[in-house]
């Protein structure tokens, strides 16, 4: 399976960072962003003590988020 889409895609670095309030030294772990994912268009959540909502563009950049650290390389013990 060929992950050249990755390259093709127009990815905006920082955006989701913007759109949740943190800053870019933060670093999302997978349950968080799974727990946001759940959330419905037009729904609020919490997220690090600030209340969000729910955008289709923010659902889908959670969902592109959990996808690309699927794709994270594991270390070698060499």
Known sequence: MSND????MDMKPGALHRQ???T??????KS??????KTS???S?????KK???TPLLKKR???AITLMGFRKKKSNN
Not at 5 to 8: H, N, T
Request: charged share 20%; hydrophobic share 45%.
């Open 52 to 54: 969000r909502m729910m």
């Open 41 to 43: 268009v037009k729904d």
């Open 24 to 29: 870019t030294s933060y670093t999302f772990n």
């Open 32 to 37: 968080n962003l799974k727990r946001i994912n």
């Open 62 to 64: 959670v969902t592109l």
């Open 20 to 22: 949740l309030g943190v």
């Open 5 to 8: 889409w990755i390259q093709k």
């Open 45 to 49: 959540f919490v997220f690090e003590g």
